[in-house]
């Protein structure tokens, strides 16, 4: 598998799982924007309707394409309802990430006790809040444990949104997600204490070697064929396979 280049894992009628390598957008962020997953895709496939996700421009794997209305609006109340779930891999560091901001823009992390559980996808560790945007030109985000109405606070239809850790094997964490907001996995995993390794963002305390790549990977999909209505998963190999 090349990681440097957008591939199909497998295309329907209604739908497509592709990789998308890291440092590309998932989609037009301007429109002005070029080279784009979403361009390539389209000149691949004979129709394509939208993504039912994104993933950061530092982030690869895999992301799901709707090829109708029809399967859109299908996947899309499935995401609604929690049947969609996505799967990451990360590297990360036990090390000072921007959590150490002396402004306190990090409220206190939940305790977790990571050295003294074994979590499992029946049992996992939750990790939960709100979101709100932070830093120069909003590139960053916080969680936020309360809502304030002075503040702008992005909830995940009214609740917090939840990474789950399913399993921790040395420093690679593997998590999942149902619904996702922007960084979401990268700022969970750093107010904890566990950042992402070559994390331009949310780790400071080791300077990035350059062209390093962010060690974070969504490497499963699992969720319903629109057409037949069986339970479909996909899996490419975890980060943690590339860098041990």
């Known amino acids: 598998m090349d990681n440097n280049v957008p591939f199909i894992v497998d295309e329907t009628d209604d739908f497509a799982v592709v990789f998308k390598p890291s440092k590309i957008h998932s989609i037009p962020l301007k429109k002005k924007d070029g080279g784009t997953l979403f361009e390539w895709f389209a000149s691949q496939s004979s129709s394509v309707f939208d993504l039912m996700h994104r993933l950061d421009f530092e982030t690869n794997g895999l992301v799901l394409f709707a090829k109708n209305a029809e399967s859109y609006d299908f996947l899309k109340t499935l995401q609604n309802s929690g049947g969609f779930i996505k799967e990451y891999s990360a590297v990360c560091n036990n090390a000072e990430c921007q959590s150490a901001d002396s402004d306190g823009s990090y409220p206190k992390p939940p305790s977790l006790y990571i050295e003294n559980y074994k979590p499992s996808i029946k049992e996992p560790l939750v990790i939960e809040s709100y979101f709100r945007p932070y830093g120069t030109g909003r590139k960053l985000v916080r969680p936020v444990t309360e809502i304030k109405k002075h503040r702008e606070i992005a909830a995940d239809r009214g609740n917090f949104y939840r990474t789950e850790i399913i399993n921790i094997n040395k420093n690679v964490f593997t998590v ?48 319903i064929d629109p057409s037949t209505g069986k339970q479909k998963e996909y899996r490419i190999d975890p980060v943690e396979s590339l860098l041990f």
């Open 176 to 223: 999942r997600i149902k619904r996702g907001f922007r960084h979401q996995i990268r700022c969970h995993l750093c107010w904890i204490g566990f950042p992402i390794l070559n994390d331009p963002l949310y780790q400071s305390l080791y300077q990035q070697p350059i062209n390093s790549e962010l060690a974070l990977r969504s490497h499963a999909l699992l969720f």
